[in-house]
């Protein structure tokens, strides 16, 4: 099954920034990315971190957010950002399965890991692979991917969360979920055992650039920080993907930093 239609694997533009930052609160940082080929080594992930370029299509971009504490999570996330490095030539040939593969072997490393160090540890996925005129999204956790079109902003992916099963149930309110304490519960996500991984990601695909001009993808220490609305004005208020990463970033801090915050802001042009 193929990512793009036939033809799509050409030449267009993206501009991009990312910052990755540890936060108030946390000691160290358990996050991590994949951005058009560079990830962050463990002595990066213990200190800010901020990039800005460009890229040409296919490419790839992805946000990984770790878990288990101490440096369980920054290993996760690390060995998520690393295999996916190891796939990437296949994933650009434009196959769903070289995703699959990847995410995959990702989880199998991860639970080796685990085996071998008596460890519990985990990472979400937030990954999306630019062609010509469309992108295609993957997801595992409650990381987020967002869209914006003519300043509206529209988030793309659904969370793999206790509280986002309630409300698909009709057991919670929509706006009850960010708050809720059953949001930090995962049911999916890069590291569970072989007898509960659900081996495929979710897959939000073709998203054309006509309707889809701005992406972000981020950690959960950004979109549990700032409401959508305050994502949304950021988003619209400043031009380049630097200084919008920037203040995206700054907004959550402010707004307490209780867990580390990665954000990644492309912008498209056919």
């Known amino acids: 099954m193929k990512i793009f239609p036939e033809g799509d694997l050409m030449s267009a533009r993206l501009k991009f920034a990312l910052r990755s930052e540890v936060g108030k609160?946390?000691?160290?940082?358990?996050?991590?990315?994949?951005?058009?080929?560079?990830?962050?080594?463990?002595?990066?992930?213990?200190?800010?971190?901020?990039?800005?370029?460009?890229?040409?299509?296919?490419?790839?971009?992805?946000?990984?957010?770790?878990?288990?504490?101490?440096?369980?999570?920054?290993?996760?996330?690390?060995?998520?950002?690393?295999?996916?490095s190891e796939h990437s030539a296949e994933i650009l040939k434009g196959e769903h399965e070289a995703v699959d593969s990847y995410v995959k072997a990702a989880n199998s490393k991860l639970t080796d890991l685990m085996n071998?160090?008596?460890?519990?540890?985990?990472?979400?996925?937030?990954?999306?692979?630019?062609g010509q005129h469309f992108f295609t999204a993957y997801n595992l956790g409650d990381s987020r991917i967002y869209s914006m079109k003519d300043g509206i902003l529209t988030r793309i992916n659904d969370d793999h969360t206790v509280a986002e099963?309630?409300?698909?149930?009709?057991?919670?309110?929509?706006?009850?979920a960010e708050d809720s304490r059953w949001s930090n519960i995962l049911t999916r996500y890069m590291g569970m055992g072989a007898d509960e991984f659900a081996s495929c990601p979710d897959?939000?695909?073709?998203?054309?650039?006509?309707?889809?001009?701005?992406?972000?993808?981020?950690?959960?220490?950004?979109?549990?920080?700032?409401?959508?609305?305050?994502?949304?004005g950021l988003m619209k208020n400043y031009d380049s993907p630097e200084e919008t990463v920037n203040a995206l970033t700054e907004a959550a801090i402010m707004k307490g930093g209780l867990d580390n915050v990665t954000c990644i802001v492309i912008d498209i042009e056919e």
């Open 25 to 84: 609160v946390r000691t160290n940082n358990e996050d991590n990315f994949f951005c058009n080929g560079i990830y962050m080594s463990d002595e990066e992930s213990k200190r800010p971190f901020f990039m800005s370029g460009t890229a040409e299509v296919p490419c790839i971009f992805a946000v990984f957010d770790g878990m288990g504490g101490h440096d369980c999570g920054e290993l996760a996330s690390f060995t998520a950002a690393e295999t996916l």
């Open 116 to 130: 071998a160090k008596g460890i519990r540890t985990g990472t979400t996925m937030v990954l999306a692979v630019f």
């Open 165 to 176: 099963d309630m409300v698909r149930e009709g057991r919670l309110k929509p706006e009850r």
């Open 203 to 232: 897959i939000y695909a073709l998203r054309g650039y006509d309707e889809n001009k701005r992406v972000l993808l981020c950690s959960d220490g950004l979109n549990k920080m700032l409401k959508h609305r305050e994502i949304s």
